[in-house]
């Protein structure tokens, strides 16, 4: 397939001249030519793109604006007039290996995005495929909690582990599983939908159609709902009163822990029962060195953590008890959906050696 048009890309001038000067002290200093992977993080609302080192570190990163609205015609001669400008600005110190791409419902093995729920991209789009025409590069696409855990396994928390279990704790909850070394995709391309996992076969609604989703109670959408009920079924004085459910955030909830508010406190800890219950369940079938958790929800630190962490030892199967260590994201700060997606290419080329 191949593409005609005239297309104005919005890129944030503000990016640009951050790019400039990291990429003219980059020079500067290394002459030499660079071996990078382009790491492409496709979200709803924005997609990020940048040029990844094999230690993690980024060379050149920006963002366009997804236009979820858009089919994948208009938007991939946006996404190639953005690489083509990168790959511009960063010269002939460049060595590219590959491209890894991080998406809802990206399927790795068929290299497609398949039904995702916030683009209107019709039903299955074969991504990999309309990518490596364009480029003629290796090219992987994989879901965005999986390249997650790609990316804290090179560039984070999880160096040197080889079994792990990385938790996504933003609007929904999305999980990536490794075992000895390597993520578990399964038979059909889709394993380690952890969010999906069933709390109460009675309970709150989910996107997905089906009742009680683990992530119905453990994202930042579940702890709205739960301080939401909280306030509902009790008199107790709490900060979050004066605020609407639709106005609600995760921060707010988290403000309000640190200021010792009852309603944010008791929200904590039945989201933390709730999750360490559930990775409680998940680490007898996987046996992890550590649990990682990341995202949103997780800057709450120790008021997700120490909860999670008592119901997952009271869970616990005895033979696991003292043997699991939850971690927080070391990537929290740094972009991590582009590390991750970055992760797939720098991880297949580790293994083909």
């Known amino acids: 397939m191949s593409f005609s048009y005239f297309a104005f890309t919005y890129i944030d001038v503000n990016i640009w001249l951050s790019i400039d000067y990291r ?3 980059y020079k500067k200093t290394n002459m030499a030519t660079t071996d990078l992977v382009l790491g492409i993080d496709i979200g709803g609302t924005t997609t990020t793109l940048g040029f990844v080192d094999k230690q993690g570190n980024i060379l050149i990163e920006t963002e366009i604006l997804t236009l979820a609205h858009e089919h994948v015609t208009s938007f991939l001669p946006r996404l190639y007039d953005t690489i083509d400008k990168m790959r511009e600005d960063l010269g002939k110190i460049i060595n590219w290996l590959g491209i890894g791409i991080g998406a809802p419902n990206g399927n790795f093995y068929r290299g497609t995005i398949e039904n995702p729920p916030n683009l209107q991209w019709g039903g299955v789009v074969n991504l ?8 003629n590069l290796p090219t992987l696409i994989t879901n965005d909690a999986n390249a997650a855990a790609l990316g804290e396994m090179k560039f984070g928390a999880a160096r040197q582990m080889r079994n792990f279990i990385l938790i996504t704790l933003g609007t929904g909850l999305g999980s990536g599983i490794v075992v000895n070394g390597d993520l578990v995709y399964g038979h059909s391309g889709f394993a380690g939908e952890m ?32 301080v939401s009920k909280l306030l509902a079924d009790s008199m107790t004085n709490s900060e979050l009163r004066s605020i609407s459910p639709q106005e609600l955030t995760g921060k707010m909830i988290h403000h309000a822990a640190l200021q010792g508010d009852k309603i944010a406190l008791e ?12 990775l409680a369940e998940a680490v007898a079938f996987s046996s992890p060195e550590a649990i990682i958790l990341f995202g949103g929800l997780a800057n709450a630190k120790e008021f997700i953590l120490q909860p999670t962490l008592n119901s997952l030892e009271r869970n616990l199967f005895s033979i696991f008890k003292g043997s699991v260590k939850l971690l927080m994201s070391e990537l929290q700060d740094r972009n991590a959906a582009v590390l991750g997606a970055a992760g797939l290419i720098w991880h297949d080329l580790d293994k083909a050696k």
Request: proline content about 2%.
């Open 23 to 25: 990429l003219s002290n």
């Open 128 to 135: 990999v495929d309309l990518v490596k025409r364009q480029y």
């Open 195 to 226: 969010g999906h996992l069933t709390v109460n076969p009675e309970g709150r609604m989910c996107g997905c159609g089906r009742r009680g989703c683990l992530e119905t109670y453990v994202s930042v959408t579940g702890i709205r709902r739960t």
């Open 267 to 278: 929200a904590f800890q039945y989201t933390g029962d709730i999750l360490g219950l559930k």
